[in-house]
């Protein structure tokens, strides 16, 4: 359900959208639709397409997924950016929160799960430090199979593993890449490490539903066939309906567009559980990456984009709601909320204690953490500014299947609407370009210099 009342304009917010203005978006979402179905047919928009060929893979990953489990204490994903944000998202979302720290048995006997998404020396050293080798499984996850981190995190842990496990190393390491191109490829063949591929057609931060997410999930026993299913029922909602009030991908970025043409440059996404708090920097990555772009399609310079800011509820009520409410009007904030959480708490009550403090006892934590939602709502209200809601029945694999594909249709029309490429990100491989030259990787000699001399002034 996405309630969007917060963003229309009222008797308390006369500042919000009209009704109009969101009709009067209708050609333009039409356009955006006839040519995302073109991009679809295409090949570009695969994280739709190939969703029932990834349906097809479950039997072989929870096959896989399976027999390791039971063999390793351990299970470290070894990734960066869009190869580690889904796997880590979908995870808490969907497993005990304190998952690692429970007893085997409560895990179901299935391995602890790490994602290595940085390589700070420390926190490298300290988690290899922490396991123990002969009972840890690494999946390491790059679609291009060059990627700097990736590949110095795997080396370091393959030189590890061939001295603590010389004769069964290649046991500990499981591979998601490309099926044809990059450099883990050929070394994974060579070594005969076990390969999931991540097809061609789906860049990094829309590939949570290929064997990049749904092998990690798997492993922790999540529900993929659900996963998948859920992402599927939404791919159908957006791709089968049309118009602005029955298209929630429609709905969700006409708001963003329109809210953008009136200034708010920042798109606050603010969960009220604390599931969905990785969900936050998953969102914020493809929010960012996708539509940070200098160029439009006809290589026109735009420089559009909407800053992605991350916040949990209530936590964050009492660090950047104040800057929500009093601060520069140029935010537009999206709630998540969940309407029935896994478990419930009480809060006892004692009549002995203050009014003041009574007042809470009897009723249950949801409660509480509802009602400061809705009185932020209110708040934002009352300040006259932009918040919309994304309301799941339950955090279970088929709502979050259903978040995911959203977010990502999402993504796709607020790209048409801004008329750029949603799906390359020139400014990331920059980054990664210079990091090879530095490295002294071949073939980038003159782009060392040049950012030696840059260094020098
Ligand atoms: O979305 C993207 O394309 C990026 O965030 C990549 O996922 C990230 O740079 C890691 O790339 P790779 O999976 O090729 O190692």
């Avoid at 496990?165 to 046991?171: K, L, N, Q, V």
Wanted: charged share 25%; glycine share 8%; hydrophobic share 40%.
């Amino acid at each position: 359900n996405i309630d969007f009342t917060g963003m229309m304009r009222n008797q308390q917010n006369p500042k919000g959208l009209s009704k109009e203005d969101l009709a009067d978006l209708q050609n333009l979402l039409q356009q955006a639709q006839t040519s995302l179905n073109t991009r679809w047919q295409a090949g570009e928009l695969d994280f739709s397409k190939l969703l029932p060929a990834m349906k097809d893979q479950v039997s072989e990953i929870v096959d896989y997924a399976d027999n390791v489990a039971g063999r390793f204490e351990n299970f470290v994903v070894l990734g960066i950016g869009g190869s580690a944000l889904g796997p880590l998202a979908v995870h808490q979302a969907l497993t005990h929160y304190y998952y690692n720290e429970l007893p085997s048995e409560k895990r179901g006997n299935r391995p602890r799960f790490y994602v290595l998404d940085n390589i700070d020396p420390h926190r490298v050293h300290e988690l290899l430090e922490m396991l123990d080798p002969d009972k840890t499984l690494f999946n390491v996850i790059s679609k291009s199979g060059n990627t700097s981190e990736t590949m110095a995190q795997f080396l370091v842990v393959r030189d590890m593993l061939r001295r603590r496990c010389p004769d069964t190393y290649a046991e500990h390491i499981v591979v998601t890449t490309d099926k044809a191109k990059g450099n883990l490829l050929p070394i994974a063949e060579k070594e005969g490490f076990r390969r999931f591929v991540i097809p061609q057609g789906i860049g990094g931060r829309f590939s949570e539903l290929t064997p990049v997410g749904l092998l990690a999930a798997a492993i922790c026993s999540i529900d993929i066939e659900q996963l998948l299913e859920g992402a599927l029922s939404m791919d159908r909602w957006v791709r089968e309906t049309q118009g602005v009030f029955s298209n929630p991908a429609q709905l969700r970025a006409a708001l963003a567009y329109l809210s953008w043409q009136k200034g708010k440059n920042i798109s606050v996404f603010m969960p009220y559980a604390d599931g969905l708090k990785t969900m936050a920097d998953w969102y914020a990555q493809l929010w960012a990456e996708s539509l940070g772009k200098s160029y439009d399609r006809q290589g026109r310079v735009i420089n559009v984009g909407q800053t992605p800011v991350k916040a949990l509820g209530v936590t964050d009520q009492h660090s950047q709601v104040q800057l929500y409410v009093e601060g520069p009007d140029d935010k537009v904030i999206t709630f998540v909320t969940v309407e029935k959480f896994r478990e419930s708490q009480a809060i006892p009550s004692d009549p002995e204690l203050p009014a003041d403090i009574q007042f809470l006892g009897g009723r249950t934590l949801e409660e509480l953490l509802s009602a400061e939602q809705k009185a932020t709502e209110y708040a934002l209200t009352l300040a006259q500014r932009l918040h919309q809601k994304i309301v799941l029945p339950r955090l279970n694999a088929h709502a979050i299947g259903q978040l995911l594909l959203l977010l990502e249709w999402e993504t796709a029309y607020m790209g048409e609407l801004f008329n750029i490429n949603a799906y390359d990100q020139p400014g990331v491989e920059e980054g990664k370009n210079g990091t090879y030259a530095l490295m002294g990787r071949k073939g980038y000699e003159g782009r060392k210099q040049e950012i030696e001399e840059y260094a020098k002034i």
